[in-house]
Every structure is written in structure tokens, then in C-alpha cells.
């Protein structure tokens, strides 16, 4: 069963007892077409996963530039420039048994690379799935349209019973995701 998640709303990625150990953050998203379906582009968003320790500080970055973590925990599975298709445009497996201990929580943002905003983007998702059983854990609606050209999505965080997600879903600027790391960085 899927959770339609909140703005900051907070699930732990157990199950049944056991955690999980092998997810992908699916993003997916529409071009918004004018009257009459004119005026649509392709539109680059980027998904990317920033890796922070306990004291805020970037371990390591995930994005189209980068496409796996130093340590091969988190990898990205290749850019898509158009959002053309249905389903995940773009995704970052993160395999939550070999994120090193010093990384604390993994923050996940969507920026419009080519600098188009938001409001040329409609049915924008963010999801969690598990990659082992293909079954969607939790889904947050990001469709909300503005003039800002990024989004910090969510946040998984280690704690002592495992790792939890956070749906953020907070606006931000930027057309990379070194650009990001500040507002990202709030939300730890």
C-alpha cells in the first residue's frame, strides 16, 4: 500500500519488522501545455541526492554530472532531458546497507536545469519504492506550479531504528544542485 505523503510528514522505511535494504527515489513529471496544447517545451529537470553528515556537511553528491557516490552506495540512473514518457523520468537507487556511517541523512532535490520554471511543469512526483519488490512504499505530489526552479523533495535520515523518509516538497532556485545545498541543508 502506497502513503501519499505531506509536507513534512515522516515514515520509517521498516517493514513488517525488517528494514529495508535496497530503494530508488523515482521523479517524474509533464511539460504544462498552453490553450488548445500550444506552447509546451521539453523540460530538463535533474534529480540528484546530496549525502550530509551529522554536522550538515556534504559527504558526497549524486546528479546527472555524478552518477554514482564515491562509495557506490547511491547511484543516479541517467538523465532524461525531456520528461517525455510515463512513469520515472529519473531515479537514484540508494542501497541503504552500504551508505557509509558517517553520512546521517540523504537529501533529494529536483532542479530545472535549462533555468524553466516551475509553472511549465505539471504532475510532478516524487517516489520511494522498494527495489527489491518493485512495491511503492510512498509517493508526494510536487505538482505545484510557481516560478521557482528547484525543490528540495525529501529526506531519508538514519536514526536508531533505521532510516526514515521526510516529504519537504519545499521551493527553492537553482539550475544545478550545488545550488541547492543551502536550502537543502535547512531541512536536515
Known amino acids: 500500500m502506497t502513503i501519499s505523503l505531506k509536507k513534512q510528514q515522516t515514515i520509517s522505511l521498516e517493514k513488517?519488522?525488517?528494514?529495508?535494504?535496497?530503494?530508488?527515489?523515482?521523479?517524474?513529471?509533464?511539460?504544462?501545455r498552453g490553450l488548445f496544447g500550444l506552447g509546451g517545451s521539453d523540460i530538463d529537470l535533474d534529480a540528484s541526492?546530496?549525502?550530509?553528515?551529522?554536522?550538515?556537511?556534504?559527504?558526497?553528491?549524486?546528479?546527472?554530472?555524478?552518477?554514482?557516490?564515491?562509495?557506490?552506495?547511491v547511484r543516479h540512473g541517467g538523465d532524461?532531458?525531456?520528461?517525455?514518457?510515463d512513469g520515472d523520468d529519473e531515479r537514484i537507487f540508494v542501497d541503504l546497507g552500504r551508505v557509509p556511517q558517517n553520512v546521517r541523512s540523504l537529501v533529494f532535490t529536483v532542479n530545472s536545469f535549462r533555468g524553466?520554471?516551475?509553472?511549465?511543469?505539471?504532475?510532478?512526483f516524487c517516489r520511494?519504492?522498494?527495489?527489491?519488490?518493485g512495491q511503492e512504499i510512498a509517493k508526494l505530489d510536487l505538482s505545484e506550479q510557481g516560478n521557482h526552479t528547484g525543490l528540495v523533495m525529501a529526506r531519508m535520515q538514519r536514526g536508531g531504528s533505521g532510516w526514515q523518509l521526510t516529504a519537504i516538497g519545499?521551493?527553492?532556485?537553482?539550475?544545478?544542485?550545488?545550488?541547492?545545498?543551502?536550502?537543502?541543508?535547512?531541512?536536515?
Open 116 to 124: 524553466q520554471t516551475f509553472a511549465k511543469v505539471k504532475n510532478a
Open 49 to 73: 541526492c546530496l549525502m550530509f553528515d551529522e554536522r550538515g556537511n556534504v559527504v558526497d553528491t549524486v546528479w546527472f554530472r555524478q552518477l554514482s557516490s564515491r562509495d557506490g552506495s
Open 128 to 133: 520511494v519504492v522498494d527495489e527489491t519488490t
Open 16 to 32: 513488517q519488522g525488517q528494514g529495508l535494504t535496497r530503494v530508488f527515489m523515482g521523479l517524474g513529471w509533464d511539460v504544462a
Open 80 to 85: 532524461n532531458l525531456t520528461g517525455a514518457g
Open 170 to 188: 519545499e521551493r527553492t532556485e537553482g539550475r544545478v544542485v550545488e545550488q541547492l545545498v543551502t536550502d537543502a541543508r535547512r531541512f536536515l
